[in-house]
């Protein structure tokens, strides 16, 4: 398979994502700086360690100086204030430099919480993405969100920190859970919802060849999605104007991602399917899209074993308490929550100009319905 280098335009913090298969035997090629004498901290979890382990051994052959591994459960419980400090204290306790290098090795969860360790340890630390799930490589570690979760909602804290380079190894999918990769394929489909119908049709042929690992399909998703996200990263990197389309089915998917008390019973991924679901069927109530497209992409998730209500997910929650969540996210403007709509498959829009009555409607309505 022959490599693919996608580049992330960000002027002085550009850089490469290099997308193939076996990338980590030869990693030296896509890093900016030399590995010789280099200080390496190794982020990972207890699912893909082995991943890191070789990773190491690879660096320490390389000529890395200090050059070790940090290993957390796997799960978003991981992304909190004590994982956060406990990564701190090693990095200090093992006398980290401002020229060491972090490398953040697992999913979104650890991308997330190595990136924040790195912008904020001695004010910021350069550090690589290893991502080994398809969420992650499609997007959590790519454009530069870090941070972890608090009691009162996902990624409240945190910050905009770019690495200075992300590997997508293909050949980390041959052991990933078909469950995980079914999560990660729903983030893969927002790019085609959000502005890309030939995309989404892509996948409404093709999808079930990307869940059964199929190389050429699977680099073809992560390639797609890394350049699409590449493009609205470089047109608004704070997200303050386009970049927030990004969060389609994010809303109400960190509500219920909450209400699940992030311990594995919904998956990210799981809560951005049933979110976009519901982003779907608000815009229908509010006349926006033809309600023929919500069930469109209704029906595309069902046939990709992905969960499309949220009375499907094992847990109950009060729609007070999901509104509540979303009144705090970080995209909620005045206390106005931030939805991401939709006019058609293909054209989505950034609003606070929701009723309130109506995503109520929608949540109820969610969490009664069952397949």
């Keep these: 398979m022959q490599t693919k280098l996608v580049e992330i335009d960000l002027g002085a913090r550009s850089y490469k994502i290099a997308i193939g298969a076996n990338l980590l035997s030869s990693i030296g090629d896509f890093l900016p700086f030399d590995i010789e004498g280099k200080k390496m901290f190794l982020i990972t979890d207890d699912n893909v360690e082995p991943y890191a382990r070789a990773l190491q051994k690879t660096l320490q052959q390389a000529g890395a100086g200090f050059c070790e591994?940090?290993?957390?459960?796997?799960?978003?419980?991981?992304?909190?204030?004590?994982r956060l400090q406990e990564v701190h204290d090693w990095m200090l306790e093992h006398n980290i430099h401002r020229n060491s290098v972090v490398f953040a090795v697992g999913g979104g969860v650890?991308?997330?919480?190595?990136?924040?360790?790195?912008?904020?340890?001695?004010?910021?630390?350069?550090?690589?993405?290893?991502?080994?799930?398809?969420?992650?490589?499609?997007?959590?570690?790519?454009?530069?969100?870090?941070g972890i979760n608090t009691q009162y909602g996902k990624n409240l804290v945190g910050n905009f920190y770019q690495p200075v380079s992300v590997i997508a190894d293909m050949d980390v999918f041959k052991t990933l859970p078909a469950r995980e990769l079914r999560a990660g394929y729903a983030e893969v489909v927002k790019y085609g919802l959000i502005d890309d119908l030939?995309?989404?049709?892509?996948?409404?042929?093709?999808?079930?060849?990307?869940?059964?690992?199929?190389?050429?399909?699977?680099?073809?998703?992560?390639?797609?999605?890394?350049?699409?996200?590449?493009?609205?990263?470089?047109?608004?990197?704070?997200?303050?104007?386009?970049?927030?389309?990004?969060?389609?089915?994010h809303t109400f998917g960190h509500?219920?991602?909450?209400?699940?008390?992030?311990?594995?019973?919904?998956?990210?991924?799981?809560?951005?399917?049933?979110?976009?679901?519901?982003?779907?069927?608000?815009?229908?109530?509010?006349?926006?899209?033809?309600?023929?497209?919500?069930?469109?992409?209704?029906?595309?998730?069902?046939?990709?074993?992905?969960?499309?209500?949220?009375?499907?997910?094992?847990?109950?929650?009060?729609?007070?308490?999901?509104?509540?969540?979303?009144?705090?996210?970080?995209?909620a403007v005045d206390?106005?929550?931030?939805?991401?709509?939709?006019?058609?498959?293909?054209?989505a829009f950034?609003?606070?100009?929701?009723?309130?009555?109506?995503?109520?409607?929608i949540l109820a309505q969610s969490l009664k319905e069952q397949d």
Aim: with cysteine; net charge negative.
């Design 110 to 146: 650890i991308g997330d919480l190595a990136g924040f360790a790195a912008a904020t340890v001695l004010r910021g630390v350069p550090y690589v993405q290893i991502p080994t799930s398809l969420l992650a490589q499609v997007d959590s570690s790519v454009g530069g969100k870090t």
């Design 198 to 249: 030939d995309f989404f049709e892509w996948l409404e042929v093709n999808g079930p060849s990307v869940i059964d690992v199929n190389m050429q399909s699977i680099s073809h998703v992560v390639d797609v999605s890394c350049k699409a996200k590449a493009a609205i990263v470089e047109a608004d990197e704070r997200e303050h104007g386009k970049r927030a389309l990004l969060n389609l089915g």
């Design 69 to 82: 591994v940090m290993v957390f459960p796997h799960g978003e419980k991981t992304k909190s204030y004590t």
């Design 255 to 331: 509500a219920l991602e909450a209400a699940a008390g992030y311990d594995g019973t919904l998956l990210h991924g799981e809560g951005v399917a049933i979110g976009t679901v519901m982003a779907f069927d608000l815009s229908v109530k509010m006349g926006l899209c033809p309600r023929a497209d919500a069930l469109r992409v209704r029906e595309h998730f069902k046939v990709m074993g992905l969960p499309v209500h949220a009375g499907n997910i094992g847990f109950s929650a009060i729609v007070d308490d999901l509104i509540a969540t979303m009144q705090r996210d970080k995209k």
């Design 350 to 361: 950034v609003t606070q100009d929701v009723p309130e009555d109506m995503v109520r409607d």
């Design 335 to 347: 206390n106005k929550m931030t939805f991401i709509l939709i006019k058609a498959i293909g054209s």
